[in-house]
């Protein structure tokens, strides 16, 4: 098993036990807010609306996902030893430099692109965007990268097109 960890890259190597106790951490708190918040919306079944088109239903539904998933990231954690102490590990600019560049695509998509272009649209753009930008090797050839970008455009358009779908036609949401 470490001898695995060894070949990956950089960026596929798994988080610190005590990196993902901060992240079951945010996650568990993150989910409880959403879930609680959520359970506070009307329902509208005093005026004949059906309890799965409360508005509060999916954001209760990815609260309870994120506890839950939080819980079992923080028991994971705590097993493989995130709470003995020793030195943090030195953080990587590489990481970093991902993180950053996903928080800064999901700003363009919330402020760039939200509300200026129909939703399905919005989504099939970013969702190919991120996935070419992420899945990137140097390495690959260009026969390999046009395929992946092909790809990547497609599950973008399917992404977008499904998830504006589920919502207008399911859950009766009007997305922007």
């Not at 610190?16 to 989910?31: E, K, S, Y």
């Not at 239903?57 to 102490?85: D, E, H, T």
Request: aromatic share 10%; glycine share 8%; hydrophobic share 55%.
């Amino acid at each position: 098993m470490a001898d695995d960890a060894a070949n990956l890259l950089p960026h596929e190597r798994p988080a610190p036990p005590r990196a993902d106790l901060v992240i079951a951490i945010f996650c568990f708190v993150f989910g409880t807010a959403a879930a609680s918040l959520a359970y506070r919306m009307p329902t509208y079944t005093n005026q004949g609306g059906e309890i799965y088109t409360a508005p509060g239903l999916v954001p209760g539904l990815y609260g309870a996902v994120l506890v839950l998933l939080g819980i079992w990231l923080g028991v994971r954690a705590i097993r493989q030893g995130a709470l003995k102490s020793r030195e943090p590990p030195a953080p990587s600019a590489r990481i970093d430099l991902r993180l950053a560049l996903a928080a800064g695509l999901c700003l363009v998509f919330v402020v760039g692109l939200l509300g200026r272009l129909p939703f399905w649209l919005a989504a099939a753009m970013f969702v190919a965007t991120f996935t070419i930008i992420f899945e990137w090797q140097p390495a690959q050839g260009w026969r390999v990268r046009l395929r992946r970008a092909l790809e990547a455009v497609l599950l973008g358009l399917a992404t977008g097109i499904s998830v504006t779908l589920v919502f207008e036609r399911l859950f009766y949401v009007r997305l922007p």
